[in-house]
């Protein structure tokens, strides 16, 4: 049988037949939509089902429980083969534009919920999947959906408010619901508004109209029935229907691989290059899909999804006693942290097991509750196996024979006197795998332990039961003696060396006995509960206990609504939605990668190195270049014009390595090829031989070799020395802040078009920078700039990465097309990007600070260190604006702040939010904290005591004008009800030993400028068309900041046209030149000056016809203008006045202004573990009079997020030899759903004017970001109060990111104390802190 039978729903409400004659086993559903189908509305983020960009829902007639079933997946691990009688639902399939949106995508736009768009699709589709399984959810269930999403733009807030009014507990009435109205009223009153989104507009989700299932694939069971063969050019897929079939085809094939949800093969073959010629999918096998009850527990078939486990789960836990269900308790419990629910949804049960991954999540279990396999093969028949400590025999090896399947298996029923718990805990809560995991039980009879299991993963190459341990307590008491014996024994069970693979030696240890006492106080308190027990849990340590618990979130968006008498027709100020959301929503906004394919269009994958540092030796590309489709292979020699260029300085680093390489990931060459796969794959073959040299990687290793680049900026103002000397105090200190990698949801990607005249070619790409971009592309190739036409419509998401980096993969790919005269396009995968395209600076500082014994700081002399990577790029700018910013919001008379840029052999760091601010600040909120450690008070009250005022002159002399910053303070603190929550704190925190709260408010100050002087220029170009409609372009880049739509505010303000008739098509070199990139939040005020500088120029050609025809219609104007010959075409032009400042007198004013905010944040931690929550965040923050406050807001919610995750969740991890670990969404956790503050309230100052902006408005995009440090110094105060229990008072130091290891670590007690970290120096760590 050689098609298959997939059902796609290209147009509204219409299913259509796909039959694929020729379908690969390798094709996955997202390359089959995207390429062969032309359905480009699902999208490529990650690859490996980490990002959720790619969902899609699956409909299948389930002919035993008689029932449609819906559900989620990732498509790009979907195999097409897998799909056969199933329909696939995409976003274009829901709603489009033209023929009207669904409710979903409709919701989800007006509620300011998509800004970049890329994530949008993927984030419809599960909420779409879940509205068909459940028209009305609860708010919670609502919120769980998105455990498989992603979104690196929104701070998810606006996503779950849209999609609040979906559920059970949304009053239909919206905001006119009684509980609103008292706050509405009093509000309304004095013109501040409450609400961004009129829900009253909202189409009602009407179930009717859903497309209906195609009544084919119901009625007809022969779908289900046919035993299926695809065979394809390197794998051939098998679909047994039997088990005979089955046995007998792994008997033939005995290395053949199983597939069920290809969550664990799929990634294995994208990402670690396997070839699994046969493959088998045992699906559609009765036996396999079984569920059944017996005496002993519930058996599941081995092909059961872990979303059936769970329901089924569900079931018998309220069918069921409590006493015999509590291993199916902790397994669910485990599953909601299991992966999302695209991967729950697909994966099976055995899929988990035999993979026998170190850090599977259900192996624990199994192994502690002694769980049951069947197993069988043709040629020993079947088998029973209990899953204990003899089960895994090694790294990835369990004790099932070759020709062996699992029919199923067996989770036991626990008796009375047995009592079972899971444990996982991860870098990030939601879809994260496990640091260590861990499955204990014990049965306990009269007190005395009878039987003990423990297993633990994370701790070994195998899941591993500490089996010396489990026996020596047999017999013992379950009472407080026990525990300090059982974590004795299990240091010396579960034992891992110094730089043993995976690092974080101490945590992972210190694990095992935490999640031990948790056990054992658990244990203990249900003892209590059904005995009268002698020993009781005291009070103060049950918060060692509960499971993770969060409520559903809350938030209030707080701003000034525009003044009674604003014209309707005037858009400024007024919250209207992205314009471009209707189509990022529907799936019609188009990325780089969606363009439709041009005729003869090539592909290129580059090769990168995998060294850090080393001399190449030889290039060998012969074998990619005998592999199929492979046209030929770039380099060096390829190269026209130069083959170096810089961001700032020339020369700053080579296109294509050429002798030497400096960093991993450095593009050494690119294969050419006609298809994607076929480049990459061949890509892969370029063999290239190294000399290898010692790499210089993190910043004290160049410190230490005095690796650095030449430009040492400093600042100093007052005399230090002298101060330092008056000081009362003097206390010295150090801070460590780690990078951050972009991760934009769209991977960089270029499609470069040769024109068949004059060396032309056109340049599609998703850069933040379209002119560096030009103008390194025509120096590469040798022709004058204005042959190359640089276009960019939108990008998914910049961040910055896409500032300058974007070179590096254009270029090459410019030079291909050049070459070959054809078309060429690239999008890197999530790997590639991450591993050569740079990320935010890691910064290090030494300072020294004095004070006053009231806290008031009065000298401080800082230096600082940058890792800038193997070249300079925008380093010393990023620099610049560390020194620059080392004040945050404080007055400090003397200062001396110095910058070192240390050159090191990683990639080149660059350009992301912020710019060196946040880490500038950063260093003087540490430093701040350890005066308050020293004078033993709070930090916020040295944080108050040190705020600038009003007319303050900063350390490099700015004199500080409409000064908010003290306002936003004082609004924060009675906003968030600061005082009285810390009361709160302090009584929570004396009554929990192992919980812990911490609150904190955190200012910023933020100069707004590009600190290089030139790059404060923007223009625009208006045309005006005879019809009276307008076409805008300017210099600035829509990257879901929401760019374009303020632009068209602006202009229709400033021509008095409603936003209707205004439209912008894209940025191109060719309309406007010599742009600077749109970057440094100064997009709105460069941009938006030139914008209202054109309008103002043909408004001035056109007031003689407004004049003489004052009743006329703008198109009437622009009609008889058009007769009378006036020009209605423009350019605009604006440059910032008065800034400048000079590193070499020290002399001029850096910024045009400061945008100011104040945030306070509650957390608690579990001492145990690490974990933390964020309980509630309140933002005050001043963006003057803001263009559009639904587009502020979202700026300040998701740089607060992205904020989040650089001070709290993303760890960057490379070897000392300079190979990064964390290359995709499965290592590197950026923040989800589930981690935006439980209350989230933001509050736009009112009455703040600014007369140095557009229309008194002040940039966003980067300063909000700084604000979710007041996160990592509430953890840090947290962590304070537990060190303090233990007995440990004073300072302690916290680098950033505050991960759960270094949160633990921090809360030294007697568990920590077992695992003393090894000497630096006597071991190499498995990773290192850049
Ligand atoms: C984004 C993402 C998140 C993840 N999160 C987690 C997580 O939180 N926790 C966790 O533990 N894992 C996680 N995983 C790993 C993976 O999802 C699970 O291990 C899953 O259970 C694998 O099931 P599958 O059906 O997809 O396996 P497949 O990829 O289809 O197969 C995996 C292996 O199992 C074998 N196999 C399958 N069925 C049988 C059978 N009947 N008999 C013998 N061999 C068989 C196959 O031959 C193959 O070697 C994650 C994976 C991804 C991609
Ligand atoms: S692209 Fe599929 S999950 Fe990221
Ligand atoms: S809108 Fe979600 S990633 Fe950009």
């Known amino acids: 049988m050689q098609y298959i039978f997939a059902v796609i729903v290209p147009t509204l409400r219409q299913f259509r037949a796909i039959v694929e004659k020729n379908a690969e086993p390798e094709t996955t559903l997202l390359q089959y939509l995207r390429q062969k189908l032309c359905l480009t509305g699902t999208k490529l983020g990650c690859g490996e089902g980490g990002c959720g960009a790619c969902t899609v829902m699956i409909s299948k007639y389930d002919h035993n429980r008689k029932k449609i079933c819906h559900f989620s997946v990732n498509s790009c691990l979907a195999p097409l083969c897998s799909l056969h009688g199933m329909a696939v639902t995409t976003v274009e399939g829901i709603g489009s534009v033209k023929n009207g949106l669904h409710p979903v995508q409709e919701r989800l736009a007006k509620s300011h919920g998509s800004q970049c768009g890329f994530c949008t699709p993927g984030i419809v589709m599960s909420m779409y999947t879940l509205l068909r399984n459940d028209p009305q959810p609860t708010i919670q269930h609502m919120e769980k959906a998105f455990e498989g999403n992603l979104c690196r733009c929104t701070g998810y807030r606006p996503i779950l408010d849209g999609f609040r009014t979906f559920t059970k507990e949304f009053c239909q009435l919206g905001e006119n619901c009684c509980k609103n109205m008292k706050n509405k009223k009093t509000q309304s009153e004095d013109g501040v508004g409450t609400s961004l989104v009129n829900t009253r507009e909202f189409l009602p989700l009407d179930p009717t109209q859903d497309p209906i299932f195609p009544p084919e694939l119901q009625t007809s069971s022969k779908f289900d029935s046919q035993s299926l063969v695809y065979k394809g050019e390197r794998v051939t897929w098998y679909r047994p229907t039997s088990l005979n079939e089955l046995l007998d085809l792994k008997s033939s094939y005995p290395d053949a691989r199983l597939v069920v949800g290809n969550t664990e093969i799929g990634v294995e073959m994208k990402f670690k290059n396997m070839k699994y010629p046969v493959m088998i999918a045992p699906t559609h096998i009765p036996q396999l899909n079984d569920i059944t009850h017996t005496d002993l527990g519930i058996r599941f078939g081995a092909s059961v999804t872990l979303s059936r486990i769970d329901e089924e789960l569900k079931l018998a836990q309220e069918k069921y006693p409590e006493n015999k269900t509590r291993v199916f308790t902790a397994i669910r419990e485990m599953l909601r942290w299991f992966a999302g629910y695209q991967i729950r949804n697909v994966a099976a049960v055995a899929g988990n097991i035999i993979t026998a991954s170190p850090i599977s999540d259900l192996n624990p279990l199994f192994l502690a509750s002694g769980a049951v396999l069947e197993v069988e093969s043709k040629e020993d028949g079947r088998r029973q196996l209990k899953m204990d400590d003899k089960f895994f025999l090694g790294y990835r090896k369990t004790a099932m024979k070759q020709s062996e399947v699992v029919i199923n298996i067996l989770f036991p029923f626990t008796k009375e006197n047995e009592y079972f718990y899971g444990y996982k805990q991860a870098y990030r809560r939601e879809d994260d795998i496990a640091t260590v995991n861990a499955g204990m039980r014990v049965v306990i009879d009269d007190n005395c332990i009878k039987q003990f299991s423990l297993a633990y993963g994370g701790m070994a190459i195998t899941t591993v039961m500490p089996v010396k341990t489990m026996s020596a307590v047999i017999g013992r008491k379950w009472d407080d003696s026990l525990v300090p014996d059982v974590c004795r024994l299990l240091a010396e069970d579960l034992p891992l060396q110094p730089g043993a693979p995976g690092g974080m030696v101490e945590y992972r240890r210190t694990l095992t006995i935490s999640f031990f006492f948790k056990f054992y106080l658990s244990v203990q308190m249900q003892l209590q509960s059904m005995q009268n027990s002698k020993t009781k849990v005291p009070s103060y340590f049950q918060s060692a206990t509960p499971t993770f618990h969060r409520d559903p979130s809350k938030s209030s968006q707080v701003y000034q609504e525009v003044a009674p008498g604003q014209l309707a027709e005037d858009p400024v100020g007024r919250p209207i939605a992205h314009l471009s959301a209707m189509k990022q929503v529907s799936g019609e906004a188009v990325y780089i990668d969606d363009i439709p394919k041009f005729k003869d269009e090539l592909y290129m994958a580059i090769v990168t190195s995998s060294k850090a540092h080393a001399n190449i030796k030889d290039v060998d590309a012969s074998e990619a270049l005998s592999m199929p489709g492979v046209i030929d292979y770039i380099s060096h020699n390829d190269v026209p014009g130069h083959n170096t260029w810089g961001a700032i300085f020339p020369e700053d680093e080579e296109i294509f390595a050429s002798n030497q390489v400096l960093c991993q990931g450095q593009v050494v060459g690119a294969v050419i090829a006609h298809t994607q796969i076929q480049a990459q794959r061949a890509a892969k073959c370029v063999k290239i031989t190294y000399e290898e040299l010692e790499p210089i990687i993190t910043i004290k290793d160049a410190m230490k070799a005095e690796s650095y680049f030449d430009i040492k900026h400093a600042i100093e103002c007052g005399d230090v020395d002298v101060a330092f000397k008056q000081s009362d105090h003097v206390i010295e200190g150090e801070c460590h802040v780690g990078g951050q990698e972009h991760f934009y949801l769209e991977t960089v990607a270029v499609l470069c078009v040769p024109k068949s005249e004059d060396d032309e070619m056109e340049v599609f790409i998703s850069s933040q920078n379209p002119t560096e971009n030009q103008l390194v592309i025509s120096e590469a190739l040798g022709v004058p700039a204005n042959r190359i036409t640089v276009r960019v419509k939108r990008l998914g998401g910049g961040f910055g990465g896409k500032e300058t980096r974007t070179v590096l993969i254009a270029t090459p790919c410019a030079i291909a097309a050049y070459k070959h005269g054809k078309p060429v396009r690239i999008m890197l995968d999530r790997n590639e990007d991450m591993v050569t395209t740079g990320t935010r600076h890691p910064f290090y500082a030494k300072y020294k600070v004095g004070f006053t014994d009231t806290g008031k700081i009065t000298a401080l002399d800082v230096d600082i260190y940058c890792n800038a990577g193997m070249s300079m790029d925008l380093s010393c700018a990023v620099m610049d604006r560390a020194l620059f910013h080392c004040d945050n919001a404080y007055k400090i008379p003397n200062v001396r702040c110095k910058g070192y840029i240390c050159k090191t052999n990683i990639p080149s760091n660059t350009a992301f939010r912020g710019f060196g601010g946040p880490q500038g600040m950063m260093i003087m909120e540490q430093c701040l904290t350890d005066v308050a450690f020293a004078l033993e008070t709070s930090p916020v009250k040295i944080r108050e005591v040190n705020l600038y005022q009003e007319g303050d002159r900063t350390h490099y002399g700015q004199i500080l004008k409409v000064c908010q910053i003290q306002r936003c303070w004082d609004e924060c603190l009675q906003q968030s009800d600061y005082n009285r929550r810390k009361k709160d704190v302090d009584i929570f925190n004396s009554e929990n030993r192992w919980k812990k709260r911490g609150i904190c408010v955190v200012p910023t100050k933020f100069g707004i400028s590009y600190t290089a002087l030139h790059l404060n220029q923007a223009g625009a170009l208006v045309h005006i068309y005879k019809?009276?409609?307008?076409?805008?372009?300017?210099?600035?880049?829509?990257?879901?900041?929401?760019?374009?739509?303020?632009?068209?505010?602006?202009?229709?303000?400033?021509?008095?046209?409603?936003?209707?008739?205004?439209?912008?098509?894209?940025?191109?070199?060719?309309?406007?030149?010599?742009?600077?990139?749109?970057?440094?939040?100064?997009?709105?005020?460069?941009?938006?000056?030139?914008?209202?500088?054109?309008?103002?120029?043909?408004?001035?050609?056109?007031?003689?016809?407004?004049?003489?025809?004052?009743?006329?219609?703008?198109?009437?104007?622009?009609?008889?203008?058009?007769?009378?010959?006036?020009?209605?075409?423009?350019?605009?032009?604006?440059?910032?006045?008065?800034?400048?400042?000079?590193?070499?007198?020290?002399?001029?004013?850096?910024?045009?202004?400061?945008?100011?905010?104040?945030?306070?944040?509650?957390?608690?931690?579990?001492?145990?573990?690490?974990?933390?929550?964020?309980?509630?965040?309140d933002i005050v923050m001043d963006v003057g009079i803001s263009l559009n406050p639904a587009i502020d807001i979202g700026q300040i919610e998701g740089a607060f997020m992205q904020g989040y995750g650089m001070m709290m969740m993303e760890q960057q991890k490379i070897s000392p030899k300079g190979f990064l670990f964390t290359q995709g969404p499965g290592n590197y956790k950026i923040p989800g759903f589930g981690d935006i503050p439980v209350e989230f309230n933001v509050t736009l100052l009112k009455g703040s004017v600014n007369e140095r902006a557009v229309y008194s408005s002040k940039a966003i995009g980067e300063p909000p970001l700084f604000l979710s440090s007041s996160v990592f110094f509430a953890v840090k105060e947290a962590i304070a109060s537990a060190r303090s229990d233990a007995g440990h008072d004073g300072n302690f130091s916290l680098p950033s990111p505050a991960t759960p290891e270094r949160v633990r670590m921090a809360c030294e007690d007697q568990f920590t104390e077992l695992f003393p970290k090894a000497k630096e120096g006597t071991y190499t760590p498995w990773f290192v802190d850049l």
């Open 1027 to 1177: 019809d009276g409609s307008v076409l805008l372009t300017h210099g600035g880049i829509e990257m879901g900041q929401g760019l374009h739509t303020k632009m068209i505010q602006v202009a229709g303000r400033a021509l008095g046209i409603p936003t209707s008739k205004i439209h912008t098509s894209e940025v191109g070199t060719n309309t406007v030149p010599n742009t600077s990139a749109t970057a440094a939040s100064c997009g709105s005020d460069l941009n938006g000056m030139a914008v209202k500088n054109a309008c103002e120029k043909l408004l001035e050609r056109l007031e003689p016809i407004f004049r003489d025809n004052p009743k006329a219609t703008w198109e009437e104007v622009i009609s008889k203008a058009y007769m009378n010959r006036i020009g209605l075409s423009t350019t605009g032009f604006y440059m910032t006045p008065d800034i400048g400042y000079d590193f070499n007198t020290g002399k001029g004013d850096p910024f045009n202004y400061f945008t100011n905010g104040v945030a306070c944040s509650e957390v608690e931690i579990d001492c145990l573990t690490g974990d933390h929550q964020v309980l509630r965040t």
